[in-house]
């Protein structure tokens, strides 16, 4: 059974760094075309924030995080990261990490780390 499970969310003030990290298991982590991670606000739509391909690393993000978050991945350790900086209040939500099986949708979903921007 596929597992997704995040890690690294909490409180942090504005202007503050959180790393997250999103661990798969069941599945060989290289039979993922892309990872990813959104997020959502109260009262929000999900939202897309970054995602980064399994073979050459080519990375996207949500025009919202550009400059500030980072995606990386580490296949032996079947872990992908989300490395933010200068994060603001509106930053504030739970971020879920995602990943495409090669099917061009986001098929696996974890269960979320909240994170919450102060002040």
């Known amino acids: 059974q596929v597992q997704l499970v995040e890690s690294g969310g909490g409180l942090v003030q504005a202007g503050g760094s959180l790393r997250l990290s999103c661990a798969a298991s069941g599945r060989t982590f290289s039979t993922y075309a892309k990872m990813g991670w959104f997020r959502q606000a109260p009262g929000k739509e999900r939202e897309f924030v970054a995602a980064i391909s399994r073979n050459i690393g080519i990375t996207a993000y949500g025009n919202s995080v550009k400059g500030r978050f980072t995606i990386s991945r580490d296949n032996a350790k079947n872990t992908v990261y989300l490395q933010m900086t200068s994060l603001k209040p509106e930053d504030t939500a739970v971020y879920y990490c995602?990943?495409?099986?090669?099917?061009?949708?986001?098929?696996?979903w974890g269960q979320g780390t909240q994170v919450t921007v102060s002040s």
């Open positions: 995602a990943a495409d099986p090669y099917t061009s949708r986001w098929d696996y």
